[in-house]
């Protein structure tokens, strides 16, 4: 599964337009589009930026305007999965979680009248 996962983040960063002279990545790169639900991070966790073998192969693939240094926005704020794309690479997509305690607490509700409904179904069982 998280082979999937990393086959379509590449997917995803190969759609990315190519722009020419990107700085080197100073260990986080964002992919923050709003027309786009998540926000990618592409961390190069071993310091060694460009220069990391899987960073230097895919260089092309993470430039400006689409990919920039940093963190994502503070509305993207809900963890959704972590993946290792190469030794010292990690990709982690964050979304945007707008549920309230008021939806959860709805939700709840919910549940609870089904599973009674379905409780006086069984005659009370």
């Known amino acids: 599964m998280a082979r999937g996962v990393a086959v379509a983040a590449v997917a995803m960063v190969a759609m990315v337009a ?7 990545p100073d ?7 709003p ?15 460009w ?24 509305e993207y704020n809900y963890f959704n999965r972590n993946v290792t794309l190469a030794p010292g690479v990690e ?13 959860a607490e709805a939700a709840a509700a919910a549940y609870a009248a089904v599973a009674r409904a379905g409780k006086a ?3 009370g069982v």
């Open 91 to 103: 990709l982690t997509v964050l979304g945007v979680n707008n549920a309230t305690a008021t939806d």
């Open 18 to 24: 190519v722009a020419a002279g990107a700085e080197a």
């Open 51 to 74: 220069d990391n073998p899987f960073m230097s192969a895919h260089r092309y693939q993470y430039q400006p305007p689409q990919w920039t240094p940093g963190d994502c926005p503070e």
């Open 27 to 33: 260990g986080i790169l964002t992919l923050n589009n």
């Open 121 to 123: 179904l069984r005659g």
């Open 35 to 49: 027309q786009y639900a998540h926000c990618f991070l592409v961390r190069v966790l071993d310091g060694t930026g």
